[in-house]
């Protein structure tokens, strides 16, 4: 795999235009505070605070694998909800409120922290030639959209190898693009006597984990989508034998190691899994990220 670790490569560009897969930046949060963040967070969900990430398939909204926590569900989570409208306030009001608590040192008012989804957001900002911000509403009153979830995984996960999808049903193009952002804070193996290793390149430590599969597959036209359909078609079903027929179809990986505290920032309209496990609880934090072109500003939502 092509894993860019370059910070000032344009990395966007790049992932773009298939000369890599991934962006890698390690231990771009520090192993020990994003680990601590993780086991907070772990506790909030394990005490029932979660809300599962449902996923538009043929049959309709389903469980997945996948729980958010926080004060707003994921915007298709609340699009497809029974009373949108109502759903759609909510998560407006949501929005703003979670990026403010985040902010907040739990348990005190006065204390505030570098919440990691803001530092990601003021690096894009800075790094970007148009710079990067919230999304908002087209129309008025034009609310910003979030700025990223925790992103809660429980083993053992329903789907073993993890559940191949795209985020986006569009082909590549080299001039814009829907990206995510993994922040990793806690591995689902994490037992709390481990120590964290800070070393990088690939080398097996106690918080190393086999996060996430790519495949370096490029669909470029609506042509190629179609001529594939049958088999592209499990990308949106969550449905084992259309899994599995996928995957042969789709060969061998790219496998991401990572560890607490690592980004990894990807196209979301290649396919993509989230590696299964058995036990344990798997913590990252997580936003979209959508390109339109490099004299255009970078867009987050989630
Ligand atoms: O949790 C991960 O490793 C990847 C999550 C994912 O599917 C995405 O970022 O689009
Ligand atoms: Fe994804």
Redesign the pocket.
């Known amino acids: 795999m092509r894993v860019c670790t370059d910070y000032k490569c344009k990395f966007m560009d790049m992932l773009l235009i298939k000369v890599m897969t991934a962006y890698f930046a390690s231990n771009w949060v520090h192993g020990l505070a994003a680990l601590e963040i993780g086991r907070e967070l772990a506790k909030e969900a394990l005490v029932g605070k979660s809300q599962n990430w449902k996923v538009s398939t043929s049959r309709g909204l389903e469980s997945s694998d996948v729980s958010t926590l926080g004060e707003y569900p994921p915007y298709n989570v609340a699009c497809s909800s029974s009373d949108q409208r109502q759903s759609v306030e909510m998560y407006f009001e949501g929005v703003r409120k979670e990026m403010r608590s985040r902010r907040t040192v739990s348990g005190t008012e006065k204390r505030h922290q570098l919440w990691p989804l803001d530092k990601l957001r003021l690096e894009l900002d800075e790094a970007w030639p148009a710079g990067a911000g919230l999304a908002r509403e087209t129309v008025h009153p034009k609310r910003p959209f979030g700025g990223g979830l925790p992103?809660i995984m429980f083993g053992p996960t329903r789907w073993r190898k993890g559940f191949i999808h795209v985020?986006e049903m569009a082909p590549l193009n080299a001039y814009h693009g829907q990206f995510?952002a993994?922040i990793y804070l806690l591995p689902p193996n994490y037992s709390s006597t481990d120590s964290v290793s800070l070393s990088v390149d690939g080398e097996s430590t106690p918080c190393s984990f086999e996060?996430?599969h790519i495949w370096p597959l490029g669909i470029r036209s609506r042509l190629d989508w179609y001529k594939n359909a049958l088999t592209l078609s499990g990308l949106t079903a969550q449905d084992p034998e259309l899994q599995h027929i996928l995957r042969e179809a789709l060969g061998k990986p790219n496998s991401v190691f990572v560890e607490p505290g690592d980004l990894v920032l990807?196209c979301?309209q290649r396919p993509?899994a989230?590696v299964g496990f058995q036990s344990g609880c798997r913590v990252?934090l997580?936003c979209f990220v959508q390109h339109r072109g490099s004299n255009k500003r970078l867009l987050i939502d989630s």
């Open positions: 992103r985020d995510s993994n996060a996430l990807l979301v993509h989230a990252s997580q």
